[in-house]
Protein backbone atom coordinates (compact mmCIF):
# COMPACT_ATOMS: atom_id res chain seq x y z
CA UNK A 1 0.00 0.00 0.00
CA UNK A 2 1.04 3.98 -0.63
CA UNK A 3 1.74 5.26 2.53
CA UNK A 4 0.81 9.07 2.18
CA UNK A 5 3.04 10.78 5.34
CA UNK A 6 1.54 14.58 6.22
CA UNK A 7 3.91 17.47 8.12
CA UNK A 8 3.31 18.93 10.40
CA UNK A 9 0.83 17.26 12.15
CA UNK A 10 -0.72 20.23 14.33
CA UNK A 11 0.12 24.07 13.24
CA UNK A 12 -1.21 26.95 14.92
CA UNK A 13 -0.92 30.10 13.21
CA UNK A 14 -2.93 33.71 13.30
CA UNK A 15 -5.96 35.02 10.72
CA UNK A 16 -3.96 36.61 8.07
CA UNK A 17 -1.02 34.29 7.61
CA UNK A 18 0.36 31.83 5.26
CA UNK A 19 0.51 28.15 5.44
CA UNK A 20 1.96 25.34 3.96
CA UNK A 21 1.26 22.00 4.69
CA UNK A 22 3.26 18.59 3.29
CA UNK A 23 2.48 15.47 2.21
CA UNK A 24 5.03 12.75 0.74
CA UNK A 25 4.05 9.70 -0.54
CA UNK A 26 5.94 6.24 -0.11
CA UNK A 27 6.10 6.30 -3.79
CA UNK A 28 5.10 8.32 -6.83
CA UNK A 29 1.60 8.76 -7.37
CA UNK A 30 2.17 11.34 -10.24
CA UNK A 31 -0.40 13.91 -9.54
CA UNK A 32 -3.27 11.70 -8.52
CA UNK A 33 -3.46 13.83 -5.18
CA UNK A 34 -6.50 15.46 -3.38
CA UNK A 35 -6.97 17.75 -0.32
CA UNK A 36 -9.68 17.71 1.63
CA UNK A 37 -10.75 19.92 4.85
CA UNK A 38 -12.65 18.48 7.91
CA UNK A 39 -14.12 20.59 10.50
CA UNK A 40 -15.47 19.10 14.20
CA UNK A 41 -18.75 16.99 13.39
CA UNK A 42 -18.21 17.48 9.76
CA UNK A 43 -18.14 15.15 6.68
CA UNK A 44 -14.44 16.21 4.89
CA UNK A 45 -14.90 18.09 2.07
CA UNK A 46 -12.93 18.01 -1.26
CA UNK A 47 -10.67 21.48 -1.76
CA UNK A 48 -8.45 20.09 -4.30
CA UNK A 49 -8.12 17.17 -6.73
CA UNK A 50 -5.13 16.50 -9.03
CA UNK A 51 -2.95 18.06 -6.87
CA UNK A 52 -3.10 21.69 -8.12
CA UNK A 53 -7.32 22.07 -9.44
CA UNK A 54 -9.33 23.66 -7.13
CA UNK A 55 -12.75 22.37 -7.00
CA UNK A 56 -15.74 24.59 -7.09
CA UNK A 57 -16.67 26.57 -5.14
CA UNK A 58 -13.60 26.90 -3.13
CA UNK A 59 -12.19 29.61 -2.59
CA UNK A 60 -9.08 30.94 -4.24
CA UNK A 61 -6.90 31.18 -1.30
CA UNK A 62 -6.20 27.41 -1.18
CA UNK A 63 -3.79 26.23 -3.68
CA UNK A 64 -1.86 22.77 -3.86
CA UNK A 65 1.35 22.06 -6.20
CA UNK A 66 3.58 18.78 -6.65
CA UNK A 67 3.93 16.18 -8.00
CA UNK A 68 5.85 12.60 -7.89
CA UNK A 69 6.06 12.16 -3.94
CA UNK A 70 5.55 15.70 -2.55
CA UNK A 71 2.81 17.72 -2.60
CA UNK A 72 1.76 20.85 -0.62
CA UNK A 73 -1.22 22.70 0.25
CA UNK A 74 -1.02 26.64 0.99
CA UNK A 75 -3.62 28.51 2.31
CA UNK A 76 -2.25 32.31 1.51
CA UNK A 77 -4.50 34.32 3.75
CA UNK A 78 -6.05 32.37 6.54
CA UNK A 79 -9.35 32.98 7.37
CA UNK A 80 -11.47 32.19 10.84
CA UNK A 81 -13.27 29.68 9.00
CA UNK A 82 -10.26 27.89 7.85
CA UNK A 83 -9.71 26.60 11.13
CA UNK A 84 -9.75 22.52 10.48
CA UNK A 85 -8.01 18.98 10.05
CA UNK A 86 -6.56 19.00 6.39
CA UNK A 87 -5.97 15.90 4.86
CA UNK A 88 -4.22 13.96 1.36
CA UNK A 89 -5.62 11.26 -0.38
CA UNK A 90 -4.08 9.45 -3.01
CA UNK A 91 -6.01 7.51 -6.10
CA UNK A 92 -3.09 6.35 -8.39
CA UNK A 93 -1.92 3.11 -6.51
CA UNK A 94 -5.56 1.53 -6.28
CA UNK A 95 -6.89 0.07 -3.83
CA UNK A 96 -6.67 0.99 -1.59
CA UNK A 97 -7.64 4.90 -1.78
CA UNK A 98 -5.00 5.90 1.37
CA UNK A 99 -5.36 9.03 3.53
CA UNK A 100 -2.59 10.95 5.15
CA UNK A 101 -2.66 10.94 8.65
CA UNK A 102 -4.31 14.60 8.55
CA UNK A 103 -2.93 18.12 9.95
CA UNK A 104 -5.28 19.78 12.50
CA UNK A 105 -4.70 23.94 12.11
CA UNK A 106 -5.57 25.89 15.32
CA UNK A 107 -5.73 29.53 16.05
CA UNK A 108 -2.57 30.80 17.93
CA UNK B 1 -28.10 18.80 -5.81
CA UNK B 2 -26.21 15.55 -4.60
CA UNK B 3 -27.28 14.07 -1.13
CA UNK B 4 -26.19 10.98 0.57
CA UNK B 5 -27.60 9.83 3.97
CA UNK B 6 -26.28 6.81 6.10
CA UNK B 7 -28.49 4.57 8.10
CA UNK B 8 -28.51 1.41 9.99
CA UNK B 9 -28.12 0.23 13.76
CA UNK B 10 -25.87 2.86 16.01
CA UNK B 11 -25.08 -0.46 18.28
CA UNK B 12 -23.59 -3.63 17.37
CA UNK B 13 -22.53 -6.51 19.32
CA UNK B 14 -18.63 -7.64 19.23
CA UNK B 15 -18.73 -10.88 16.81
CA UNK B 16 -21.61 -9.55 14.90
CA UNK B 17 -22.59 -7.86 11.60
CA UNK B 18 -22.27 -4.43 11.24
CA UNK B 19 -24.31 -2.90 8.28
CA UNK B 20 -25.46 0.20 6.96
CA UNK B 21 -26.98 1.63 4.07
CA UNK B 22 -26.42 4.61 1.91
CA UNK B 23 -29.28 6.47 0.20
CA UNK B 24 -28.45 8.50 -2.69
CA UNK B 25 -30.76 11.50 -4.02
CA UNK B 26 -30.41 14.35 -6.38
CA UNK B 27 -29.11 11.82 -8.61
CA UNK B 28 -28.77 8.36 -10.33
CA UNK B 29 -26.53 6.02 -9.02
CA UNK B 30 -25.89 4.35 -12.13
CA UNK B 31 -24.14 7.21 -13.20
CA UNK B 32 -21.34 5.99 -15.21
CA UNK B 33 -18.75 8.23 -13.86
CA UNK B 34 -19.15 7.64 -10.73
CA UNK B 35 -18.18 4.87 -8.06
CA UNK B 36 -19.52 4.72 -4.25
CA UNK B 37 -17.58 4.19 -1.49
CA UNK B 38 -17.50 3.52 2.37
CA UNK B 39 -14.72 5.47 4.52
CA UNK B 40 -14.87 5.23 8.29
CA UNK B 41 -13.28 7.33 11.06
CA UNK B 42 -12.09 6.09 14.60
CA UNK B 43 -13.17 8.88 17.20
CA UNK B 44 -9.91 11.70 17.11
CA UNK B 45 -8.35 9.30 14.27
CA UNK B 46 -8.14 9.71 10.41
CA UNK B 47 -9.66 8.25 7.40
CA UNK B 48 -9.97 4.79 6.20
CA UNK B 49 -11.22 3.80 3.28
CA UNK B 50 -13.27 0.86 3.67
CA UNK B 51 -14.37 0.09 -0.24
CA UNK B 52 -16.24 0.86 -3.18
CA UNK B 53 -18.43 -0.42 -5.77
CA UNK B 54 -19.53 0.78 -9.56
CA UNK B 55 -23.60 0.63 -10.91
CA UNK B 56 -22.49 -2.88 -12.34
CA UNK B 57 -21.83 -4.44 -8.99
CA UNK B 58 -17.94 -4.35 -9.42
CA UNK B 59 -16.08 -3.93 -6.24
CA UNK B 60 -13.19 -3.06 -4.47
CA UNK B 61 -11.71 -3.65 -1.27
CA UNK B 62 -8.86 -2.51 1.30
CA UNK B 63 -7.12 -5.25 1.79
CA UNK B 64 -6.98 -4.88 5.55
CA UNK B 65 -10.65 -5.58 5.70
CA UNK B 66 -11.34 -7.30 2.70
CA UNK B 67 -12.52 -11.27 4.06
CA UNK B 68 -15.04 -9.25 6.52
CA UNK B 69 -16.31 -6.62 3.84
CA UNK B 70 -18.81 -7.35 1.61
CA UNK B 71 -20.45 -3.72 -0.47
CA UNK B 72 -23.56 -4.52 -2.58
CA UNK B 73 -25.62 -1.94 -4.47
CA UNK B 74 -29.17 -1.60 -4.96
CA UNK B 75 -29.97 0.66 -8.49
CA UNK B 76 -33.64 0.03 -8.29
CA UNK B 77 -33.75 1.99 -4.70
CA UNK B 78 -30.44 4.15 -4.93
CA UNK B 79 -29.04 2.38 -2.71
CA UNK B 80 -25.89 1.02 -1.50
CA UNK B 81 -25.02 -1.16 1.23
CA UNK B 82 -21.76 -2.19 3.74
CA UNK B 83 -21.61 -5.17 5.81
CA UNK B 84 -18.84 -5.79 8.08
CA UNK B 85 -18.68 -8.83 9.73
CA UNK B 86 -17.08 -10.30 12.90
CA UNK B 87 -17.07 -6.54 14.62
CA UNK B 88 -14.78 -5.63 17.39
CA UNK B 89 -14.61 -2.50 19.68
CA UNK B 90 -11.89 -1.49 16.75
CA UNK B 91 -14.52 -1.14 14.46
CA UNK B 92 -15.79 1.41 16.17
CA UNK B 93 -16.32 4.46 13.78
CA UNK B 94 -17.98 7.14 12.41
CA UNK B 95 -18.87 5.97 8.87
CA UNK B 96 -19.17 7.89 5.84
CA UNK B 97 -20.87 6.92 2.57
CA UNK B 98 -19.38 9.17 -0.40
CA UNK B 99 -19.37 9.38 -3.98
CA UNK B 100 -16.20 9.08 -6.40
CA UNK B 101 -15.70 11.10 -9.37
CA UNK B 102 -13.87 8.92 -11.66
CA UNK B 103 -14.40 11.64 -14.43
CA UNK B 104 -10.94 13.13 -13.57
CA UNK B 105 -7.35 12.74 -13.93
CA UNK B 106 -7.63 11.82 -9.81
CA UNK B 107 -10.65 10.28 -8.41
CA UNK B 108 -11.49 12.15 -5.86
CA UNK B 109 -14.64 12.01 -3.10
CA UNK B 110 -16.76 14.84 -3.69
CA UNK B 111 -19.82 14.39 -1.93
CA UNK B 112 -20.55 12.91 1.55
CA UNK B 113 -22.98 11.69 3.65
CA UNK B 114 -23.15 13.50 7.26
CA UNK B 115 -21.83 9.82 8.98
CA UNK B 116 -23.26 8.07 11.06
CA UNK B 117 -21.33 6.68 14.50
CA UNK B 118 -21.39 3.23 15.07
CA UNK B 119 -20.46 1.81 18.60
CA UNK B 120 -19.74 -1.62 19.07
CA UNK B 121 -20.39 -2.71 22.49
CA UNK B 122 -22.16 -5.43 24.50
Known amino acids: DIQMTQSPSSLSASVGDRVTITCRASQSISSYLNWYQQKPGKAPKVLIY???NLQSGVPSRFSGSGSGTDFTLTISSLQPEDFATYYCQQSYHTPPYTFGQGTKLEIK | QLQLQESGPGLVKPSETLSLTCTVS??????????WGWIRQPPGKGLEWIGSIYYSGSTSYNPSLKSRVTISVDTSKNQFSLKLSSVTAADTAVYYC??????????????WGQGTLVTVSS
Open chain 2, 98 to 111: ARIDGSGWSPAFDY
Open chain 1, 50 to 52: AAS
Open chain 2, 26 to 35: GGSISSTSNY
